[in-house]
């Protein structure tokens, strides 16, 4: 009786040792489902612009204006939009070394005294993984709560980037037209308006230190854009003029960009006008990266 007593008991510590093993399992595995959710919950939502390329040798004209048949096919107004923009960067491009940009734009639409700061930190995106970019942006400080920030994926023919950018509107007198400002209002504005994430990245006052070492803005460029219409997406095709690389002329890009909120037919679409333009000999298989051209050259 005593050896079947000690078998009973043997048994139930068994058991018990089973549950208590299977508890702290299931507590470790709930946790890290929560720890997941609440993760998950703090990643920002971006949108999605799709950018198709088209080769400006083919649908420019000479006066380096979208050509009639590209207008035609896009169902473009008849109006053209003015931009132009200038980046804010050290000699050594110290603020793009750490996945940040400072960029000042004016566009036509805008009064004379309007300019749009936006300071814009870029991940890149390996082997299509969105989620790891969002996941890495939110473990710095980039999340779901944060109002003053908006995430988008800039998807190109192969390159994609998680872009979260603050943008801010300024009014100040005493410029004209599509002018941009000087040297030191430059860096006085920027470094005014900075918010505290571009600031203080890696060290205090990292930001505006920086920018209190900018010589020169790297600009000025110039581009135009049209508004259309395909597939029943707006679409914006702009065309830029950035130096070449000797600085005896320009190169030009031509972009067709339309924005999604959704990933999945974000990609689908994009494929499509892909196609489109290939089978019209417009497509252009590369991809551009305007800001990189526009700090290496300027």
Same mark, same amino acid.
């Given at each position: 009786?005593?050896? =079947?007593?000690?078998?009973? @008991?043997s $048994?139930? $510590?068994?058991?018990?040792a089973?549950?208590?093993?299977?508890?702290?399992?299931?507590t470790?595995l709930?946790s890290e =489902?929560?720890?997941?959710?609440k993760e998950?919950a703090e990643?920002?939502?971006? !949108?999605?612009?799709?950018?198709?390329?088209l080769?400006?040798?083919?649908?420019? =004209? +000479?006066?380096?204006k979208?050509? %009639?048949?590209?207008?035609d096919y896009?169902?473009t107004?008849?109006t053209?939009?003015?931009?132009a923009?200038q /980046?804010?960067d #050290?000699?050594?491009?110290?603020?793009?070394?750490?996945?940040w940009s400072?960029? *000042?734009?004016?566009?036509?639409?805008?009064?004379d005294?309007e300019?749009?700061?936006?300071?814009?930190?870029?991940?890149?995106?390996e082997?299509g993984?969105?989620?790891?970019a969002?996941?890495?942006?939110?473990s710095?400080?980039f999340?779901?709560?944060? %109002? =003053?920030?908006?995430?988008?994926?800039? @998807?190109?023919?192969?390159?994609? #980037?998680?872009?979260? &950018?603050?943008?801010?509107?300024?009014?100040?007198?005493?410029?004209d037209?599509?002018e941009?400002?000087?040297r030191?209002? &430059?860096? !006085? @504005?920027t470094?005014e308006?900075?918010?505290?994430? /571009?600031?203080n990245w890696?060290?205090?006052n990292?930001?505006?230190d920086?920018?209190?070492?900018?010589?020169?803005?790297y600009?000025?460029?110039?581009?135009k854009k049209? #508004?259309?219409s @395909?597939n029943?997406?707006k *679409?914006?095709?702009e065309?830029?003029?950035?130096?070449? +690389?000797?600085?005896?002329?320009?190169?030009y890009?031509?972009?067709a960009? /339309?924005?999604m909120? !959704?990933? #999945?037919?974000? +990609?689908?679409?994009k494929?499509?006008?892909?196609?489109?333009?290939a089978?019209?000999?417009? /497509?252009?298989?590369?991809?551009?990266?305007?800001t &990189?051209?526009?700090l290496?050259?300027y």
């Amino acid at each position: 009786m005593l050896y =079947n007593r000690g078998k009973v @008991w043997s $048994f139930s $510590f068994m058991i018990s040792a089973c549950l208590m093993i299977s508890l702290v399992a299931g507590t470790t595995l709930f946790s890290e =489902n929560v720890l997941y959710a609440k993760e998950e919950a703090e990643v920002m939502v971006p !949108d999605y612009e799709l950018k198709v390329f088209l080769d400006p040798a083919l649908v420019l =004209n +000479e006066d380096k204006k979208l050509n %009639d048949a590209v207008q035609d096919y896009f169902n473009t107004e008849d109006t053209v939009e003015k931009l132009a923009v200038q /980046f804010m960067d #050290t000699e050594d491009l110290d603020i793009r070394q750490e996945g940040w940009s400072v960029r *000042i734009r004016k566009k036509e639409a805008y009064s004379d005294e309007e300019f749009e700061l936006t300071y814009k930190k870029r991940y890149p995106i390996e082997n299509g993984d969105i989620d790891a970019a969002l996941a890495l942006s939110a473990s710095e400080n980039f999340t779901l709560d944060d %109002d =003053n920030y908006e995430a988008q994926v800039d @998807w190109g023919y192969e390159k994609q #980037t998680l872009s979260i &950018s603050r943008k801010k509107i300024i009014e100040e007198n005493g410029y004209d037209g599509m002018e941009l400002p000087t040297r030191k209002d &430059s860096r !006085d @504005w920027t470094i005014e308006e900075a918010p505290g994430k /571009f600031e203080n990245w890696t060290t205090k006052n990292w930001g505006t230190d920086l920018l209190e070492q900018v010589d020169k803005p790297y600009g000025p460029v110039s581009a135009k854009k049209k #508004t259309g219409s @395909w597939n029943g997406h707006k *679409i914006y095709i702009e065309v830029w003029e950035i130096l070449n +690389e000797n600085g005896t002329g320009y190169d030009y890009i031509v972009e067709a960009s /339309f924005k999604m909120d !959704d990933g #999945t037919q974000a +990609e689908a679409e994009k494929k499509k006008l892909e196609q489109e333009m290939a089978d019209a000999g417009w /497509f252009l298989p590369v991809d551009q990266l305007k800001t &990189s051209l526009i700090l290496e050259r300027y």
